[in-house]
């Protein structure tokens, strides 16, 4: 396990963006890898006009780099762009150390933090997907031993053959028992779901704040911490009846600039959650400069799984925060250009915003509702139960054998109500 190792972090400064979103990757880069307690002792940011399919870079800049790593005595470089696998390989020749992208590092963050058996099982499933193009690495993963492939060239082939064929076996066993995982689950979802209570998604870039809310409207007690992915899985509640509307929230793994695919993948079934949820409350750190950056990696990850088109909240967090408070509208402004749904300004941890934050959820959940008028018999009580569970009381009142009540019904619920209603 590598303990207070030196970097050199290589960003690639191409045209896919500006060169102050390179930049702050790039220092994002720097905070994931002291994550894995390696320290970004260089940060360089490369210029990368025609990718080589060699190094990436160029074989100047290449060769500066690995002689800066050697000159410098620095363990590891680390690549802000993903590698190829051949590419991985060169610069491991090249530079003589092992070398890594933001995808590994990710995954070694998500490896460290994994705690319930789902999300273990999920990061394994990530990292053998990662692994099996590159087992012929001189140097292998961050957690694992290092050095080379020994023996013949024969008896390597065949050991490849054989960790090949091991790691193939294992993706089918790992996949099995999240299978059996994920079986459990859905019928738990089900069960939620016949409750009907509206169930809104919190999502966002890591470190937002989505625990923090769930900890304020739910009671929940989850994990909040100033680092990046605390939360590796799902945790819905209920929102506190002094908190806000009766409606189901749910908290889940946070996003990043380009998030491997294989971790979305992996990590589908604790995203179900945010697939199957009636809206999303979109949780957005609005006091860093690059707030712009983060909202629109957010934004592709819910693009790819789907959900992009959800009703969706904007929360703006973290506005005790801003440098500037006139900063605020500025940047609302300008979010307000891509984001066409309600946005709140919060301050999670101030406890501000928080009454227009339930005030939304309200509208949004309950859009669908009309105000009805119910006289419902003693015996019936079931249906009064249902009422309080998934529809917003307005008034209730016991007559002589049968219950009064005026509720705000959601569609879902109201047909199983009609024998009972007063108001044609
Ligand atoms: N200044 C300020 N800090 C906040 C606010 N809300 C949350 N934080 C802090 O931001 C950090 C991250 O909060 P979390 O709630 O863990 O964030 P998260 O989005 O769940 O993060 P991951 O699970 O790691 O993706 C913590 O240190 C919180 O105390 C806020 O309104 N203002
Ligand atoms: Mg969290």
Redesign the pocket.
């Known amino acids: 396990m590598p303990n207070n190792h030196k970097a050199v972090l290589v960003g690639c400064a191409d045209d896919t963006a500006g060169l102050t979103e390179h930049q702050a990757s790039l220092q994002e880069l720097a905070r994931l890898c002291s994550s894995v307690d390696i320290q970004a002792s260089e940060l360089v940011l490369a210029p990368l006009r025609s990718p080589s399919p060699r190094y990436l870079l160029g074989s100047g800049k290449s060769e500066e780099i690995a002689e800066l790593r050697r000159s410098r005595e620095l363990d590891y470089i680390v690549f802000d762009k993903n590698l190829s696998p051949s590419q991985q390989r060169n610069w491991e020749r090249l530079a003589e150390c092992p070398v890594m992208d933001r995808h590994e590092v990710i995954l070694e963050i998500f490896r460290r933090r994994a705690r319930t058996r789902q999300a273990q099982l999920q990061v394994e499933h990530a990292e053998l997907q990662y692994k099996l193009p590159r087992l012929t690495r001189a140097w292998t993963h961050l957690s694992r031993q290092r050095g080379g492939r020994r023996g013949t060239r024969g008896e390597g082939e065949k050991q490849l053959e054989l960790d090949r064929r091991w790691i193939l076996n294992r993706i089918s066993r790992v996949k099995l028992e999240l299978a059996r995982i994920d079986n459990r689950q859905s019928t738990k979802r089900k069960r939620r779901r016949e409750g009907r209570l509206p169930i809104g998604s919190i999502v966002?870039?890591?470190?937002?704040?989505?625990?923090?809310?769930?900890?304020t409207m739910t009671g929940a007690e989850?994990?909040?911490?100033?680092?990046?992915?605390?939360?590796?899985d799902a945790t819905t509640r209920t929102v506190h009846p002094e908190q806000g509307p009766r409606v189901l929230l749910s908290?889940t793994?946070?996003f990043i600039r380009h998030l491997p695919h294989s971790l979305v993948d992996a990590f589908h079934s604790t995203l179900e959650e945010t697939v199957l949820a009636d809206f999303l409350i979109h949780?957005l750190?609005v006091?860093v400069p690059e707030y712009l950056e983060c909202f629109e990696a957010t934004r592709d990850t819910l693009r790819e799984l789907g959900v992009i088109e959800k009703p969706t909240i904007l929360v703006l967090?973290?506005?005790?925060?801003l440098p500037e408070e006139f900063e605020l509208t500025t940047r609302r402004e300008k979010l307000a250009q891509s984001h066409t749904g309600p946005i709140v300004a919060?301050?999670?941890?101030?406890g501000?915003g928080i009454e227009h934050l339930s005030a939304e959820i309200r509208d949004l959940a309950f859009a669908e509702e009309s105000k009805q008028s119910y006289l419902i018999p003693i015996e019936r009580y079931d249906l009064v139960a249902l009422l309080h569970r998934s529809a917003r009381i307005y008034h209730e009142d016991v007559e002589e054998n049968a219950y009064s009540v005026t509720a705000g019904v959601p569609s879902s619920i109201a047909e199983q109500l009609e024998a009972f209603r007063l108001t044609k």
């Open positions: 966002g870039y890591t470190n937002a704040g989505k625990s923090s809310l769930l900890r989850v994990l909040v911490a100033d680092r990046l992915f605390s939360t590796l908290d793994v946070g949780v750190d006091s967090n973290k506005i005790d925060a919060c301050s999670v941890l101030k501000r």
